[in-house]
């Protein structure tokens, strides 16, 4: 018996719903054997309102958990929370080495506030570093135009010209989350290849119940470019998968809510393909 294999390069989240653990679950629901390579793990403090504590982990020991992955090969990558400038130059130096083509980049930023990063240095370091690597990048809507370095996405058209800068810093194929960001009818996606914009349009759920969504969706379009799905193809079946992770959401205590990771598989249909 054969699996595709995945590697994600991304944080922990102790409390389930995000992070390696979101991937690790996609990657299951999706018949692909997942690989983590830890970048930071992050708490939550039970005593002060669900704060989150972030710990970083130490370079070094990232890279020997990457020689460990890459070692077996791999079909597909992605990255979520990397932390640091040395763990983004770390994984493109890893990228290259290896030759790897399937890479999904979510830009995970650690926000100061609406209009800012908390780290801006490792902003600039994914936009120079990781961009001309990515097969897909899958910015939201904040971290689309913190990328493109354009003012805040509003509308569809400002969504274009976000994705059209992105496309341009490198990135092959890009994949903008509206969401329910947008003043629209429907959840909107915009999809970019360098020459069409697709829209990818669902509907809008009412709910909160939705942490982890952004890593669930870049997870399952890793899974299905690992099981040789083309780019677009990958991007809308991923697109359907967290739609109903979503809408199967549920409350995991006062503070949080995840997504239902096998919520497609139990209530749709199979992924086994």
């Given at each position: ?154 509308t569809i058209d400002d969504m274009k010209e976000a994705a059209a800068k992105i496309h341009d810093l490198g990135a092959k194929n890009v994949i903008i ?33 939705n942490h982890g969504a952004g890593c669930t969706f870049a997870a399952a379009i890793t899974a299905n470019l690992a099981k040789g799905k083309s780019v ?23 503070y949080v809510g995840p997504v239902m990771h096998g919520a497609y598989t139990k209530y749709v249909g199979s992924l086994k393909n």
């Amino acid at each position: 018996m054969y699996m595709k294999k995945a590697l994600t390069l991304a944080g922990s989240d102790s409390s389930g719903g995000a992070g390696i653990q979101a991937d690790l679950k996609t990657f299951q629901e999706n018949d692909v054997y997942g690989m983590t390579a830890l970048t930071s793990i992050v708490t939550m403090d039970p005593d002060n309102n669900w704060s989150h504590g972030v710990f970083p982990i130490d370079v070094n020991i990232v890279e020997k958990q990457l020689n460990t992955i890459l070692s077996v090969g791999i079909d597909a990558m992605k990255t979520g929370m990397l932390g640091s400038v040395d763990i983004i130059e770390l994984g493109a130096k890893k990228i290259d080495e290896h030759g790897l083509k399937n890479v999904v980049i979510d830009p995970v930023m650690v926000c100061k506030g609406e209009d800012e990063v908390l780290q801006p240095e490792n902003t600039d370091a994914l936009r120079e570093l990781l961009l001309p690597r990515a097969a897909v990048v899958t910015p939201n809507l904040f971290e689309a135009w913190q990328l493109a370095g354009t003012g805040k996405i509003q509308t569809i058209d400002d969504m274009k010209e976000a994705a059209a800068k992105i496309h341009d810093l490198g990135a092959k194929n890009v994949i903008i989350k509206g969401g329910t960001g947008l003043n629209t009818d429907k959840a909107v996606d915009l999809f970019y290849d360098g020459q069409e914009f697709t829209l990818l349009e669902e509907e809008k759920l009412d709910t909160t119940y939705n942490h982890g969504a952004g890593c669930t969706f870049a997870a399952a379009i890793t899974a299905n470019l690992a099981k040789g799905k083309s780019v677009k193809d990958s991007v809308a079946a991923a697109k359907e998968f967290v739609t109903a992770a979503i809408k199967h959401g549920w409350k995991l205590n006062e503070y949080v809510g995840p997504v239902m990771h096998g919520a497609y598989t139990k209530y749709v249909g199979s992924l086994k393909n």
